[in-house]
């Protein structure tokens, strides 16, 4: 037996409480700043920045032009998983999570300060979406690099409880944008807030950035890691490097059998599954979060605040939601609860969007915000820990971070989009109720076909499947 698998069989990297409570803010300030990026460019999306970026055109297709530079920011997100998931699994999630928080936080803050199209006209929108590029590069591994941590350091038993806590940082952030944009669309005149009011959230995130960073700084890197039996002087080995060592340890079998099934096994399945666990969360997400807040105050013509009031009240909600389902899946098992939740969502989607074009502000308030908790904050609070344990230590971060930003894509980049274009073509609300049952039952049935990986050995280098 080699003396690194003896080392760690015999004494395994641990951290203590406080260093796991240190990457628990961690990974809630960095989802809460991507979130909040996120957050603030959705709800500017969908309420002003048709207006100060694309003011020549008719309304709906200023809200569809919005939405589509929303989207683009997926694309930038799907290279930045590739890009940093590689390297965290390569040299360490510490250092590539350091750099994620910088680049977001520094785009968004530059958004702020964004001359609009009546100043310079074309290059308003141009540059909006290059920010908005830069910004998805970094977020790309941030949610997925914060999850991978915090589950490599809490103990297996209360990992689904623990690393739920990243998903706070997702109401955390979202609190924070509804919660601003409340009170400037509650305060300010319409002309104050298109002319000045916008850029406050904006800027208002670079405070959170050097919180983080700040945070960063005395981190620890993960424990697995450390742990991992490819990993030598804190750099994954290559996979003929890898080879190499595994004929050089065939006389120690334990370590042998490590390495090979690392080598040898045909990845996809876990991947495929992770990606449609992510489908609802992320389909959800776009179309209560984001579009609904929209067709609110567009199409339904109600009061432009109410939608982000409902989305502030069901993020205050999650604080309760997202840690009880945290536990109930160490408990029960993350497979079960997946079931259940989205089969709960597919069947209130028909009900929630009859509250929300009912007219009647409290029916409007409760069926956003229990859309919010049932189909978005608690899928998300069983993502965060079971696609970390689906996926080997050698390629999860890629992986995880792969799964998240390519269902992003397919649902929550395009998903706005294609609930603006069938909503103005049919004038009806059915299409969202039917996007919102699809996008579930892709889960459900991911959830059925999936394996139970609660408590899984997180060092593992191979998949679950």
Known sequence: MSEKTASREANPVKRSTSELAKAAVSGWLGTAMEFMDFQLYSLAAALVFNKIFFPDVS???????????????????????????????????????????????????????????????????????????????????????????????????????????????????????????????????????????????????????????WVRRSLKESP?????????????LNKSELAAKAEITAANAPEQGVLEKALRQRKGKSFLIALGLRFGQAGNSGLVQTFLVGYLATVLMADKALGTTAIMYGSIVGFATVPFIGWLGDKYGRRTLYMALSALTILFAVPMMLMITSGNPTLILIGMIVGLNLGVLSLFAMESVTMAEFFGARTRFTQLALAKEIGGILTTAIGPVLAATLTAITGHWWPLAAMLVAYSAVTLIAAIVGPEVRGRDLVKLEDAI
Do not use: C, H
Request: glycine share 12%.
């Open 59 to 213: 309304p709906v297709i200023g809200l569809i032009a919005a939405m589509a530079t929303y989207g683009v920011g997926y694309v930038a997100r799907l290279v930045g998983a590739i890009y940093f998931g590689r390297m965290g699994d390569r040299i360490g999630r510490k250092k590539v999570l350091f750099l994620t928080i910088a680049l977001m936080g520094a785009s968004t803050t530059l958004i702020g300060v964004l001359p609009t199209y009546q100043m310079i006209g074309i290059w308003a929108p141009i540059l909006l979406v290059a920010l908005r590029l830069i910004q998805g590069f970094g977020a790309g591994a941030e949610i997925a690099g914060a999850s991978v941590m915090l589950a490599e350091y809490a103990p297996a038993k209360r990992r689904g409880l623990i690393s739920s806590l990243v998903s706070l940082g997702t109401n955390s952030g979202t609190l924070a944008a509804s919660g601003l944009w409340a009170l400037l669309v509650s305060a300010l005149p319409s002309d104050q807030l298109l002319s000045w009011g916008w850029r406050v959230p904006f800027l208002a995130s670079f405070i959170v950035m050097l919180f983080a960073v």
């Open 224 to 236: 697995v890691f450390e742990d991992r039996a490819d990993v030598v002087d804190g750099v994954a």
